[in-house]
């Protein structure tokens, strides 16, 4: 009697990873953080008004990731005739897809490697259920993620044209995603003979939306490189550099532990691949090398920037030395236990990583993630965001310093530097004038059209109580708290017009 067929890879991968893609979205589906829902709320304004961003009323361009809206706008033209305008629902079934797409390109390299798939799931769940890339579900984290693999596959498969389109939309996805870029086709021999077919290719993909996005929106790039760059109230001892260990690591430790423990054996099992890199020309370990150098570079290139240390600025390398640290060990290993040993790893794995979140133990879907820094817990937000939105109608109102949730759920023109181009235009003025002279003139020519009129009437304001400057008796406020991270606070809504 013959012996069944097994299922190939190229589709229980992805199968596997759209179910570990689906978890992962109802798990954290309550608890998104409040950027998530600037996103969010780019996408359904794109998606139910064909208009971009973030209030219905007001053009912007603070959208880190063009590639993320479109694809959530596309989610919530999916869902709708079912679920109706349902955010968490849309962006569960695009993770989900990613998920799926992710362990597709790992399960590229294995059957490159010749290894076991068994690695390429273990790589996909001790990424995917890492507590800093949990903490950020929403933004572009998977997206960037399931794009890198794709440069890997596209890489270690010898196809530049394909490597062109898929940096193309990487960039679409995270500007700063030309660092793994550059380094994987450094890393590839195949690219880099016909490197003008992939950067032309990539032009191909990526251009048009910069020239929309320049001509239309007044810059090419997203209004956030002006924001992160120039934001400074985490404290000096608090920048990227430092802040996992004097931001992070004081409140949430063990979700800290964990989210870097992976990138650590990464960066051992880098060095591995290193030493042994110029004695190979394996298109697989020339990849995984590149995929880890290029985590590394990341981290070196945000440090020098010194940018706040929002956790999802973590997640490219901590995720990308990760894949390196399983699926580099599944290389190393290949003539050793080539099945036993995929197999223990995949369960200590799992069994590791569940054990280790903080937040496993609380009521699921969680409530908030186990790295949360917001002034309120997500359901808090949603509350008083449809208060706000009932009281101030058609007035516009000042954020609080958070906006997010608050503008996703009041319905109402919510003002500050991320939704309205006329209030960020000071700094976009101080941050050309304080850079160097090559990134000033860049800088002017990105900003060249850009005219985003008078700052327009806010008739009403919120404002934390606890700010150094109390607000005013109110028409109406909230307490709020957040998880464990913060204490007790309360929110104000003042008429500021007088």
């Given amino acids: 009697m013959p012996t069944p067929a097994r299922p190939s890879s190229r589709v229980v991968l ?63 033209l999916l869902v709708g005739p079912f679920a109706g305008a349902d955010g968490e629902l849309a962006l569960g079934g695009v993770t989900t897809v990613l998920a799926a797409v992710a362990a597709g390109c790992a399960g590229v390299v294995t059957r490159r490697a010749g290894i076991s798939a068994w690695w390429a799931g273990a790589a996909v769940v001790v990424v995917l259920a890492n507590p800093l890339l949990v903490s950020a579900v929403g933004l572009e984290v998977v997206l960037v993620f399931a794009a890198v693999l ?36 450094l890393f590839s021999g195949p690219v880099l003979r016909r490197l003008h077919v992939a950067v032309l290719t990539c032009c191909a993909v990526s251009l048009p939306w910069f020239a929309v996005s320049w001509w239309f929106l007044g810059s090419a790039i997203p ?34 532990g964990v989210g870097v ?22 298109a697989v370990r020339r990849g995984l090398t590149g995929l880890g150098v290029g985590g590394v570079a990341y981290f070196g290139v945000y440090s020098v920037l010194g940018v706040p240390p929002y956790q999802w600025y973590y997640v490219p390398p901590a995720a990308t030395l990760s894949f390196v640290a399983v699926l580099g060990l599944g290389v190393l290993l290949h003539d050793r236990a080539r099945y036993v ?31 949360f820094g917001n002034f309120a817990t997500p359901a808090q937000y949603r509350a008083i965001g449809a208060d706000v939105g009932a009281i101030v109608g058609n007035e516009r109102v000042t954020a609080p310093g958070e906006i997010g949730l608050l503008a996703y759920s009041c319905d109402c023109e919510i003002v500050d530097q991320f939704s309205d ?23 002017r020519w990105n900003y060249a059209r850009r005219d ?6 806010q008739p009403w304001a919120l404002r934390w109580r606890s700010a150094a400057v109390p607000p005013p008796a109110g028409v109406a406020e909230w307490t709020t708290t957040a998880g464990t991270w913060r204490t007790e606070d309360v929110l104000v809504l003042f008429r500021a017009d007088g």
């Fill in 341 to 371: 040993v995929p197999v223990v790893t995949a369960l200590a794995a799992v069994g590791g990583l569940a054990a280790s979140v903080p937040a496993a133990a609380l009521p699921l879907p969680w409530a908030y993630p186990p790295v």
């Fill in 150 to 185: 794709a440069l890997l596959a596209a890489g270690v498969a010898g196809r530049p044209a394909l490597y062109g389109v898929v940096a193309g939309l990487a960039l679409l996805a995270r500007l700063d995603t030309v660092v793994f870029i550059v380094v994987l086709a």
């Fill in 452 to 457: 985003p009129g008078p700052v327009q009437p």
């Fill in 261 to 282: 423990a992976g990138a650590a054996l990464g960066v051992v099992v880098l060095v591995l691949l290193l030493v042994r890199l110029v004695r190979t020309r394996d």
């Fill in 14 to 76: 992805p199968l596997f990873g759209a179910v570990v893609g689906a978890l992962l979205s109802w798990t954290t589906s309550r608890g998104l953080i409040d950027d998530t829902y600037i996103t969010l709320a780019y996408a359904r304004n794109l998606a139910e008004h064909f208009h971009w961003g973030m209030t219905p009323g007001i053009t912007s361009n603070s959208a880190t990731s063009p590639l993320n809206v479109g694809l959530l706008a596309l989610g919530f």
């Fill in 421 to 443: 181009p006329a209030v960020l235009q000071p700094l976009v003025e101080t941050r050309i004038e304080e850079a160097d002279p090559v990134l000033q003139q860049l800088l």
């Fill in 223 to 256: 209004d956030t490189f002006v924001i992160k760059t120039n934001q400074k109230n985490f404290g000096p001892d608090r920048t990227y550099l430092q802040g996992l260990w004097t931001h992070y690591w004081p409140n949430t430790p063990v979700a800290v």
